[in-house]
């Protein structure tokens, strides 16, 4: 229905949505897992795509030149939580897992994957007594993420107070590993430089 379709407030906006109505079939959607197909929730390992989601991108899928989720949780612990695998009409789902280290094809279903960076196991080993050298906060905790490791914040008495005081000290431990620290919502990630979204995203639309 057409007083379905959201209103585009700047030129791009248009001019996208005008050309993804116009050929479809050559569209590519891109979606993010955590807070688009998921809610955000306190605990990560709690996190399942929205009910109706699955559904809706089975149904656009067949219309459009591909569906790609995009997110930096491995490819296939997105796939188990999304509930991606063997779903009639998302055979051609791709999902580019780790900030694109890692690809899940729905055709093969299997998991492709580049060499893991060594600064991870390093900051992996590390990582415990060097919160506790930094006191720091009950509830603060650390998610391991297979080719990135993250530190939460958001369970903390202070969950602010304890991001704030953490991202200097955990930024200087990264870089001495060769990682990059990337903040997000009261959680800070330490992981190889290179891996992002965007350019997982525009290296597969360039194959695409």
């Given at each position: 229905m057409v007083s379905s379709l959201p209103?585009?407030?700047t030129p791009a906006g248009r001019d996208?949505?005008?050309?993804?109505?116009?050929?479809?079939?050559?569209?590519?959607?891109?979606?993010?897992?955590d807070g688009t197909l998921a809610e955000?929730?306190?605990d990560p390992e709690q996190a399942r795509a929205h009910p109706g989601a699955v559904a809706?991108?089975?149904?656009l899928a067949p219309r459009i030149a591909s569906v790609v989720v995009v997110t930096g949780?491995?490819?296939?612990?997105?796939v188990r939580y999304g509930g991606f695998a063997g779903v009639p009409g998302l055979d051609r789902l791709v999902v580019l897992g780790h900030y694109g280290a890692e690809r899940w094809d729905a055709a093969t279903g299997t998991v492709t994957a580049a060499a893991p960076h060594p600064g991870v196991a390093a900051v992996r080993a590390e990582l415990?007594?060097?919160l506790d050298r930094h006191g720091a906060w009950p509830g603060v905790w650390?998610?391991?993420?297979?080719?990135?490791v993250a530190v939460h914040t958001r369970r903390a008495v202070?969950?602010?107070g304890a991001f704030e005081a953490l991202k200097g000290p955990l930024g200087d431990l990264a870089a001495r590993h060769g990682l990059v620290l990337e903040p997000g919502r009261m959680v800070l990630e330490l992981r190889p430089p290179g891996m992002d979204k965007g350019v997982a995203l525009a290296s597969y639309l360039r194959e695409t």
């Amino acid at each position: 229905m057409v007083s379905s379709l959201p209103h585009p407030t700047t030129p791009a906006g248009r001019d996208g949505l005008a050309a993804l109505l116009a050929r479809p079939e050559q569209a590519v959607v891109a979606l993010d897992f955590d807070g688009t197909l998921a809610e955000i929730v306190p605990d990560p390992e709690q996190a399942r795509a929205h009910p109706g989601a699955v559904a809706a991108l089975a149904a656009l899928a067949p219309r459009i030149a591909s569906v790609v989720v995009v997110t930096g949780r491995p490819a296939g612990v997105a796939v188990r939580y999304g509930g991606f695998a063997g779903v009639p009409g998302l055979d051609r789902l791709v999902v580019l897992g780790h900030y694109g280290a890692e690809r899940w094809d729905a055709a093969t279903g299997t998991v492709t994957a580049a060499a893991p960076h060594p600064g991870v196991a390093a900051v992996r080993a590390e990582l415990p007594g060097f919160l506790d050298r930094h006191g720091a906060w009950p509830g603060v905790w650390i998610e391991e993420k297979g080719r990135a490791v993250a530190v939460h914040t958001r369970r903390a008495v202070d969950p602010e107070g304890a991001f704030e005081a953490l991202k200097g000290p955990l930024g200087d431990l990264a870089a001495r590993h060769g990682l990059v620290l990337e903040p997000g919502r009261m959680v800070l990630e330490l992981r190889p430089p290179g891996m992002d979204k965007g350019v997982a995203l525009a290296s597969y639309l360039r194959e695409t």
